[in-house]
């Protein structure tokens, strides 16, 4: 962060101001190759940096609980909604208040008051080291992952055992759980196939979670564009900066976790007689609901905005229709974002072992000017990408008692 502050700070690490005039004869100068290095390595350095804190960060908090109390796991419960409550209000105020100091003011400003805020919270990080709680490594993952393939080349040999399975429970390797580590699956005389298809719930989860990442990720870069081809001025005076635009879906989900958490979760508990309210499973499928029709009304609207640009002005001015007819959509999203992604986040968290916590002729749809392009078609296409199937699926039975799997427990269910 330093390192790209000094970018904007030292003039001679970024190319000179850029007038509107020359803006619009397209004759800016451009930055020097040595410009972009020490811009590309300070980038380089921020994703080193957040590689390192984002995915410890989560599993860090979720080890200062104890696993083993209802009070301890009621509390991870809460962690991972308020972990994203606080996320969320730090984009906020990213989105609002930090673009509007580098649209307005300067970027020297706009880049030094999140490297103030990051030198801070590092200092705050280290006060606290004496109060943490310290959870030993766990073992490497590939280690793991390396013995499972020994273990099998050593073992290619050996005649199956019996498809009992209190046979099985004497032959196949099943160790106790250690430490904090979830309720392990019980073996079965179908051991193969709970394996695959344990693999094969997970991995749709995650493919699942894809496409709602791809629905979110529109928020900072179609919309934006969307924002600054319609009238953003609010009153007379000021006008709503076009990358502050995300800040809709923030708030949507920045007053429903509180709500989520200490409302609707205890109310449904009484309901469901889940310990969550709704299994994790559940959450995400809302979540994925919401970013459908997210996706969808972000059709209609751009639809919408696209004809009467077209139409009414040329492509190149700011059109009449006010940007607030992007909020439904940015609301919607939000909901999906409260629903899928923390539900992801809880589940995987849940799932993986405990070393393993820490995705020609006509004009392209995506066209450089929104205006002549198709981007209602390629909003459609995300809210429809979830019920996609390259091949159609076949069922499969068998005589014996089938098992269903949800999260962490099995249940046996009579055919």
């Known amino acids: 962060m330093i390192l790209l502050t000094l970018t904007a700070v030292i003039p001679e690490l970024h190319p000179p101001t850029c007038t509107k005039s020359q803006e619009h004869d397209n004759q800016c100068i451009a930055p020097s190759t040595s410009q972009l290095a020490v811009l590309f390595i300070s980038l380089g350095f921020l994703t080193i940096g957040a590689g390192g804190i984002r995915p410890c960060s ?49 970027w020297s400003v706009g880049l030094g008051i999140p490297t103030l805020l990051m030198m801070f ?37 050996l005649q199956l055992p019996s498809d009992d399975v209190e046979v099985l429970k004497e032959v196949l390797y099943n160790p106790e759980s250690k430490g904090l580590a979830n309720m392990k699956l019980h073996l079965t005389n179908q051991y193969r196939i709970l394996n695959k298809a344990a693999i094969k719930n997970v991995g749709e989860v995650n493919e699942g979670g894809i496409i709602c990442f791809t629905a979110m990720a529109q928020q900072g870069t179609f919309t934006v564009s969307q924002a600054l081809k319609m009238q953003r001025h609010l009153g007379p005076k000021f006008e709503i900066p076009a990358g502050s635009l995300g800040v809709i879906s923030m708030l949507t989900l920045g007053l429903w976790v509180p709500f989520y958490d200490r409302i609707f979760v205890p109310a449904l508990r009484k309901i469901t007689k889940q310990e969550d309210g709704l299994t994790l499973l559940q959450r995400m499928g809302i979540g994925m609901v919401f970013s459908i029709l997210s996706m969808i009304a972000a059709g209609f609207v751009e639809e919408k905005r696209r004809t009467q640009a077209i139409t009414i002005s040329q492509s190149h001015q700011v059109e009449p229709i006010s940007v607030f007819w992007l909020a439904p959509q940015l609301i919607l999203m939000g909901l999906a974002e409260a629903f899928n992604i923390i539900g992801q986040i809880e589940f995987f968290n849940r799932q993986f072992p405990e070393h393993m916590r820490s995705k020609q002729g006509q004009p392209d749809w995506l066209y450089n000017d929104i205006n002549f392009g198709k981007l209602d078609y390629f909003y459609y296409l995300i809210a429809v990408a979830r019920g996609y199937r390259y091949k159609a699926t076949v069922p499969f039975q068998t005589e014996d008692t089938d098992i269903v799997i949800e999260l962490s427990s099995t249940k046996h269910v009579d055919p």
Do not use: C, H
């Open 58 to 106: 989560l599993p860090f908090g979720v080890d200062q609980f104890d696993q083993t109390t209802d009070e301890g796991r009621k509390g991870i419960n809460s962690f991972f909604n308020w972990y994203y409550f606080t996320f969320t209000i730090v984009i906020m105020i990213a989105l609002t208040l930090v673009v509007y100091i580098q649209d307005i003011i300067s």
């Open 121 to 157: 919270s590092i200092l705050l990080f280290f006060l606290g080291t004496r109060i943490y709680v310290y959870v030993p490594p766990g073992g490497s993952v590939f280690s793991g992952i390396g013995q499972v393939f020994v273990s099998a080349y050593k073992k290619r040999r």
